[in-house]
């Protein structure tokens, strides 16, 4: 193409007039004529003002809503033929405008790593520095202050007698809990005794609640046992437990009623209150209510079966029931069970822990899929002075 404006006289290659074209046109590029000017010198070199580009345009006959083909190719290749070479361009202009911004995009992610390797490298520098004008000194043995600790073994959901779906029963509930003690205080002697240990029967001690195999509110229940067996075995069981256990510190014995022992539990609270009654080392709370305090130290704690009062209630019932000693600890705790799975959380200043089971699925929780929960046995550790400081479990 040889163009002839103003008095200048300049030759345009074909491809270059259709990529002018190409760029203008509404079907195609749609850019404007002060972006057609900067393509033009970026890709072709060729330095145009948007007064000559729009005279070029003019002179060939091409506006905004002509086809996008310089006039040669107009001649050149027919209506279809343009048709797919259209798409090709498009397409190939596409896949042009991905790799150029993955190649950016690569850069940008280079650029940002290699700054943060010389950023690593000048920490590492740094620390090297400073540590090699360090002295090297040898290790000093640690002074071991002597530090009181009570254990709050948490008996919560045991459900002795139950019949689980492998169709076990009363004397495998036993032996699981009276194992799981034996091991538990095992663990405790392998670290520093506590000086106390609340044995907390936080309620589904028993399975049953009545002559028939039946919970408090009248739910029927799978066991393999009547109900005066399984209260039996149950004493006896609970007994054997606190025995291990008093053999490394003074015992206390806190019984709570759950939803399917409400009545039984208290005659377990009180046969084992009667058993202990000249114990120097075994002391049980007699009580009858749903909740138990006890004070140690700057601890206050806590212990409910957990279907009752729920969890944000259970701070204001706390302080409202224990005023004094709510005033005088730092460290105040519940520990709850119902649910068979552990859980912590921290309502209004107040520790909420919920104890796992020692239970097994029956054969309805197996059916309706309730077999996920961990069965175990947790102890939870209490500083005097510090309030919480651990805790010790066995599974099964």
Same mark, same amino acid.
């Given at each position: *193409?040889?163009?002839?404006?103003?008095?200048?006289?300049?030759?345009?290659?074909?491809?270059?007039? @259709?990529?002018?074209?190409?760029?203008?046109?509404?079907?195609?590029?749609?850019? &404007?004529?002060?972006?057609?000017?900067?393509?033009?010198?970026?890709?072709?070199?060729?330095?145009?003002?948007?007064?000559?580009?729009?005279?070029?345009?003019?002179?060939?006959?091409?506006?905004?809503?002509?086809?996008?083909?310089?006039?040669?190719?107009?001649?050149?290749? &027919?209506?279809?033929?343009?048709?797919?070479?259209?798409?090709?361009?498009?397409?190939?202009?596409?896949?042009?405008?991905?790799?150029?911004?993955?190649?950016?995009? *690569?850069?940008?992610?280079?650029?940002?790593?290699?700054?943060?390797?010389?950023?690593?490298?000048?920490?590492?520098?740094?620390?090297?520095?400073?540590?090699?004008?360090?002295?090297?000194?040898?290790?000093?043995?640690?002074?071991?202050?002597?530090?009181? &600790?009570?254990?709050?073994?948490?008996?919560?959901?045991?459900?002795?007698?139950?019949?689980?779906?492998?169709?076990?029963?009363?004397?495998?509930?036993?032996?699981?809990?009276?194992?799981? /003690?034996?091991?538990? @205080?095992?663990?405790?002697?392998?670290?520093?005794?506590?000086?106390?240990?609340? /044995?907390?029967?936080?309620?589904?001690?028993?399975?049953?609640?009545?002559?028939?195999?039946?919970?408090?509110?009248?739910?029927?229940?799978?066991?393999?046992?009547?109900?005066?067996?399984?209260?039996?075995?149950?004493?006896?069981?609970?007994?054997?437990?606190?025995?291990?256990?008093?053999?490394?510190?003074?015992?206390?014995?806190?019984?709570?009623?759950?939803?399917?022992?409400?009545?039984?539990? *208290?005659?377990?609270?009180?046969?084992?209150?009667?058993?202990?009654?000249?114990?120097?080392?075994?002391?049980?709370?007699?009580?009858?209510?749903?909740?138990?305090?006890?004070?140690?130290?700057?601890?206050?704690?806590?212990?409910?079966?957990?279907?009752?009062?729920?969890?944000?209630?259970?701070?204001?019932?706390?302080?409202?029931?224990?005023?004094?000693?709510?005033?005088?600890?730092?460290?105040?705790?519940?520990? /709850?069970?119902?649910?068979?799975? /552990?859980?912590?959380?921290?309502?209004?200043?107040?520790?909420?822990?919920?104890?796992?089971?020692?239970?097994?699925?029956?054969?309805?929780?197996?059916?309706?899929?309730?077999?996920?929960?961990?069965?175990?046995?947790?102890?939870?550790?209490?500083?005097?002075?510090?309030?919480?400081?651990?805790?010790?479990?066995? &599974?099964?």
């Amino acid at each position: *193409y040889e163009f002839v404006i103003k008095g200048d006289i300049f030759d345009v290659p074909r491809e270059e007039v @259709a990529d002018l074209v190409w760029w203008y046109t509404r079907t195609a590029g749609n850019a &404007t004529q002060r972006e057609v000017t900067r393509r033009a010198q970026q890709e072709h070199g060729r330095t145009l003002t948007r007064d000559y580009l729009r005279r070029m345009l003019l002179v060939m006959g091409i506006t905004k809503d002509a086809p996008p083909w310089a006039p040669h190719d107009l001649e050149r290749y &027919t209506a279809a033929e343009l048709s797919r070479l259209k798409f090709a361009r498009l397409q190939a202009e596409a896949e042009g405008v991905d790799t150029k911004e993955s190649a950016r995009e *690569y850069r940008a992610l280079w650029q940002r790593e290699a700054k943060l390797r010389r950023d690593q490298d000048r920490i590492v520098e740094a620390i090297t520095s400073a540590l090699a004008a360090r002295p090297v000194r040898p290790p000093q043995p640690l002074e071991l202050a002597p530090t009181q &600790t009570m254990a709050v073994v948490g008996l919560y959901d045991c459900h002795i007698g139950k019949r689980d779906a492998s169709g076990a029963g009363l004397e495998h509930s036993v032996e699981v809990m009276v194992n799981a /003690v034996r091991k538990l @205080a095992g663990r405790l002697a392998s670290m520093q005794v506590p000086e106390r240990i609340v /044995v907390a029967v936080g309620g589904d001690y028993l399975h049953i609640d009545q002559s028939a195999p039946m919970t408090t509110a009248g739910t029927l229940q799978d066991v393999s046992a009547s109900s005066a067996e399984i209260l039996a075995a149950g004493i006896d069981a609970l007994v054997s437990c606190v025995d291990v256990l008093a053999q490394l510190a003074h015992v206390d014995v806190m019984v709570i009623p759950g939803n399917h022992d409400r009545i039984l539990a *208290y005659a377990v609270m009180h046969a084992v209150a009667r058993h202990y009654r000249t114990s120097e080392r075994v002391e049980v709370d007699v009580h009858s209510n749903t909740r138990a305090y006890i004070r140690y130290g700057t601890c206050l704690l806590g212990f409910e079966h957990g279907d009752g009062p729920k969890a944000a209630d259970l701070a204001s019932i706390m302080s409202t029931e224990r005023a004094a000693d709510w005033g005088a600890t730092k460290c105040r705790v519940w520990t /709850v069970g119902h649910l068979h799975h /552990v859980h912590e959380r921290e309502v209004a200043g107040v520790h909420v822990l919920q104890a796992p089971s020692l239970a097994g699925a029956d054969a309805w929780h197996k059916r309706k899929g309730y077999v996920t929960s961990t069965r175990a046995l947790r102890a939870y550790i209490f500083d005097k002075l510090d309030g919480m400081a651990g805790q010790v479990q066995v &599974t099964i």
